[in-house]
């Protein structure tokens, strides 16, 4: 029996797995301790707590646990990694390299660097979402410092060559950070075999608890360092002051275990279904995959339905489907998705695309009920839809002059 | 944001879809909004030549719920009026019909356009001058 509402939106947040409250539990009462408390035992177990989620974490992505930095999530590690690396390599120079397709964390903290005077180079990305690793060499100057290339998208699910952006960068001297939020826990990321410097991620995107996150630093060949933009106690290595979320961080822990543990198994099941899902929604007419479908994540798919509206669309199956669209009918400017414009993609697409990000607790059954009412509100919508009945009719729709607003 | 209970039954039961014939003299026809901004609404109105009066409306909207729910309830309004009692539909009317909230506003002033748009068709194909209605401006 299908319980509704279904959630297939994952890349938006994920739901908790039992397994990490359980082992939350005890920190938020029993062992209620501050880390940072050196002198009694409420203090010993929290730190021990704390020791032991930072392997957890660490040994997730093959890294040192010297080398991971709580923070309250992806978003603060993308702000700590960029305007920590701009400012402790001032005297390097003041220029860095990231994409049109970033999270918002990047662009935005981005923007807020040239404001301080930076240079920003903003690589466009090939109609497949996947940027050109000549552009990228070739947009790296004496005094770039940073290059910011996410490991994977949230909205296209696309999956950048991070091995070779890293060797890229390596060549150059210059470091590598990457926004792993999307792509930890999900896909094996090695940060020694891929050569990645810095990456933030975060526990929510992984079946762990919201508030928490870290940010990897490297400490060797080279050894990384960020100015801390918050200042403190000096905990995390000086680098992010504040008292450590104990309980968070031990679901982090738990959630990066089972994602070890897991990922593999999920990463098989969880692509079986998207691609069921895929294939049954490209039977109706004029459906398009966005961005890249080899180098993609196993969960996730981005779909437009050609003269059907995103919004109009979620509408018809949103009481039972929750789902999210790049059409952006709701805010003041109406503009849709960026990421999928900067693919090339028409606004009239972008506005009509579904994105999908299954999970690990996504059915078939789950699956087979989304494919047979995306299909029936596409058409029924498709029937009311001026665009398609001129489409059917043959008429350009490029060869009409809209009225824009 | 939760739609009205209102702009979920047009969607879910819209009236008046379809398609009235664009060459007959008797039908004026309103297409506004641009694929580019996600709306985009064909309102059609079928007048008795005689009185004035609009004997059928149809529509096709592409677009968000409150865009589908806008056209549907303007063409049920538009059944019964006369061509002068439809150019008095202000858009601020259907936005208390429907309950819409301030980011769909710009929704009904597409229909207020689709309307006067039709009418100003069905003017011009009966050898009457095309009216100039006042700018919105909230898209």
């Known amino acids: 029996m299908l319980k509704f509402p279904i959630y297939l939106d994952n890349n938006a947040t994920t739901p908790m797995d039992p397994r990490v409250l359980e082992a939350m539990i005890p920190y938020f009462t029993e062992h209620f301790g501050n880390a940072a408390s050196r002198n009694h035992p409420f203090g010993w177990a929290a730190e021990e707590a704390v020791d032991y989620a930072r392997e957890q974490v660490a040994k997730l992505i093959n890294a040192d646990p010297k080398e991971i930095i709580f923070t309250s999530g992806a978003t603060e590690g993308d702000n700590l990694a960029i305007k920590g690396v701009y400012e402790m390599y001032a005297s390097k120079g003041n220029h860095i390299i990231t994409a049109t397709t970033e999270h918002k964390a990047v662009l935005d903290t981005c923007k807020h660097i040239e404001k301080l005077g930076g240079e920003v180079t903003y690589l466009e990305v090939k109609a497949d979402g996947l940027i050109d690793l000549a552009e990228l060499e070739a947009a790296i100057r004496p005094t770039t410092i940073l290059v910011a290339i996410m490991y994977a998208n949230n909205e296209i699910g696309v999956v950048q060559p991070i091995k070779e952006i890293s060797a890229i960068a390596k060549k150059h001297g210059v470091l590598l950070f990457t926004d792993g939020v999307q792509a930890v826990g999900k896909i094996p990321v090695d940060v020694l075999a891929d050569g990645i410097d810095i990456m933030a991620f975060s526990a929510h995107k992984m079946y762990g608890p919201k508030g928490v996150g870290a940010l990897y630093v490297r400490r060797k060949n080279p050894r990384v360092k960020v100015t801390a933009q918050m200042d403190g106690g000096g905990h995390e290595r000086g680098m992010r002051s504040g008292t450590l979320n104990v309980p968070g961080i031990v679901g982090f822990g738990k959630a990066c275990e089972l994602a070890r543990l897991e990922l593999a198994d999920d990463a098989v099941r969880l692509s079986k279904l998207r691609d069921k899902l895929e294939n049954a929604l490209l039977q109706i007419e004029e459906a398009y995959v966005n961005g890249n479908q080899e180098h993609r994540l196993p969960h996730v798919a981005n779909i437009s339905f050609k003269h059907v509206e995103g919004e109009g669309l979620l509408m018809g199956f949103n009481k039972t489907i929750a789902l999210s669209s790049g059409s952006a009918c709701t805010s003041a400017s109406l503009e849709p998705s960026y990421v999928l414009k900067a693919l090339g993609l028409g606004d009239d697409l972008a506005h009509s695309s579904l994105r999908f990000g299954l999970g690990r607790f996504t059915t078939e059954e789950q699956v087979d009920y989304t494919i047979e009412q995306i299909t029936n509100t596409v058409n029924k919508l498709r029937d009311m839809s001026p665009l398609w009945e001129m489409y059917k009719e043959g008429i350009d729709l490029n060869s009409i002059e809209w009225a824009h607003h | ?139």
């Not at chain 2, 969607?11 to 014939?21: A, I």
């Not at chain 2, 059609?44 to 149809?58: E, R, S």
């Open chain 2, 1 to 139: 944001m939760a739609y009205s209970e209102k702009v979920i039954d047009h969607y879910s039961n819209p009236k008046n879809v379809g398609t009235l014939d664009k060459g007959s003299k008797s039908v004026g026809t309103g297409l506004v909004g641009a694929p580019e901004c996600g709306d985009v609404m064909r309102l059609q109105i079928q007048v008795d030549d005689a009185t004035g009066v609009i004997t059928d409306a149809k529509f096709k909207t592409f677009g968000c719920g409150s865009a589908i729910a806008s056209s549907s309830l303007a063409t049920e309004w538009l059944k019964g009026k006369t061509v002068d009692q439809a150019m008095a539909i202000d858009n601020m009317d259907l936005v208390e019909e429907l309950n819409l909230p301030p980011v769909k506003i710009h929704c009904s002033v597409l229909a207020e356009d689709a309307i006067k748009a039709a009418i100003n068709d069905y003017r011009v194909k009966n050898g009457l001058e095309e009216l100039v209605f006042e700018e919105k401006g909230v898209h």
